[in-house]
């Protein structure tokens, strides 16, 4: 059984930075796609950024493009999402999500894993 924890959300103003972290526990894991996606309030889920397990493939949305950097420590099967230059509309539940089959890491339907995700608020 494989366990995904997310934590760092919080709230912040305009400009300013957060941290989030994902753990995933349980089975070993050296393929496939972790990945941050976000819901906003009365929006659909959608992908944020996803990097191979390896760290050599990244994909981002072009909203955080420059502002977001993913990354992964597979020593410790922890992820990470570094969020600058914070917008309000990057409010929402940001949800980590795993794979370990190489699927398509823009379909949400890919992912077996979920966290039970981590608030973001940002303030104008």
């Known amino acids: 059984q494989v366990q995904v924890r997310e934590s760092g959300g919080g709230l912040v103003q305009t400009g300013g930075s957060l941290r989030l972290s994902c753990e995933a526990s349980?089975?070993?894991?050296?393929?496939?796609?972790m990945a941050w996606f976000r819901q906003a309030p009365g929006k659909e889920r959608e992908l944020v950024a996803a990097i191979t397990w390896n760290g050599v493939n990244t994909y981002y949305m072009h909203n955080v493009q420059g502002r977001f950097t993913i990354s992964i420590d597979n020593t410790k099967n922890t992820l990470y999402l570094q969020m600058n230059k914070l917008k309000t509309e990057d409010t929402a539940v940001y949800y980590c999500?795993?794979?370990?089959?190489?699927?398509?890491?823009?379909?949400?339907?890919?992912?077996?894993?979920w966290g039970q995700g981590t608030q973001v608020i940002v303030s104008s």
């Open positions: 349980g089975r070993p894991f050296s393929d496939g796609w």
């Open positions: 999500a795993v794979e370990r089959l190489g699927g398509e890491p823009r379909n949400s339907r890919t992912y077996d894993f």
